[in-house]
């Protein structure tokens, strides 16, 4: 079967800049894959690579069998970061979803009762029906996430990109969208996203690629999660446990007196105050 994904050795960035580096990527039909890597390391790059918006200096990118560039835009569910939106634009929850439909069901450019029921059905699937004639902004977190997964669900997209769908959203709310998103995926929604979360994505995803300007690793969180490949990832040391068939992972403790010279001596060898 044909990767729905297949990056060759691409280059891309931005104003002749590179961000993303001889990149080589397949994901098949149906995959759950998590995006890794430190602020500014090309994640949300890759995304907007496989949209058809970055400029690809190199390489070849195919999406859904197709090559992706010049005016042909690949057909899939993309969700924006949270804090991209603006929140003063007027507009309601109903509005937003609408405005992901690939076409009009009609002759005219306007919603028609088809495209309001199926609306209303991705609403009700995800759990804010209620609130479709509420302007977006009056949302919370959770449910501004949900509002932008139906307007990207609207399109019956084969293929799903969510760039960090959990950022400033709640531990419970995190688990919401991951658990919604594995039910999608078990429906047959190949589904990519970019994270912070790694502990979130090693309890919930069966595959994740770290990313820094290049691909580090990729593969099963519980393989690839280990010192080395995250201080190649992230610049510093972390560390990883593997417990119960868990994989966790922190950073590496510090002791309290080293951080930022608290504890250290004064000038001259004086000792702090009470001490």
Request: hydrophobic content about 40%; charged content about 20%.
């Amino acid at each position: 079967m044909e990767p729905i994904i297949r990056l060759k050795n691409v280059t891309a960035g931005y104003e002749g800049r590179a961000v993303l580096s001889g990149v080589d990527l397949d994901v098949a039909p149906g995959e759950f894959v998590g995006l890794v890597g430190p602020s500014g390391s090309g994640k949300t790059t890759l995304l907007r690579v496989l949209l058809g918006v970055v400029p690809v200096f190199s390489g070849n990118v195919r999406v859904d069998g197709r090559q992706v560039g010049g005016l042909h835009r690949p057909s899939v569910g993309y969700v924006p970061q949270l804090e991209t939106i603006d929140w003063n634009f007027p507009v309601t929850v109903e509005e937003v979803v609408l405005m992901g439909r690939a076409t009009s069901s009609g002759p005219w450019p306007w919603p028609r009762k088809q495209d309001r029921e199926e609306m209303y059905h991705l609403l009700a699937q995800l759990g804010i029906a209620d609130f479709r004639k509420k302007h977006i902004r009056n949302l919370s977190g959770g449910q501004q996430q949900r509002a932008f997964l139906a307007r990207a669900l609207i399109r019956n997209p084969r293929l799903l990109l969510l760039d960090e769908p959990t950022s400033g959203v709640d531990i419970k709310t995190r688990d919401d969208v991951l658990h919604l998103l594995v039910r999608l995926n078990r429906q047959g929604v190949t589904v990519v996203l970019s994270t912070h979360e790694l502990n979130a994505v090693a309890a919930h995803l069966p595959r994740v690629v770290c990313i820094n300007h290049g691909i580090v690793a990729d593969g099963r969180p519980s393989e690839i999660f280990t010192t080395a490949v995250l201080r190649q990832t992230y610049g510093g040391d972390m560390v990883v446990v593997h417990q119960g068939g868990m994989t966790l992972v922190a950073d590496s403790p510090h002791a309290f007196g080293e951080l930022e010279g608290v504890g250290a001596p004064l000038a001259g060898g004086q000792e702090p105050p009470g001490r």
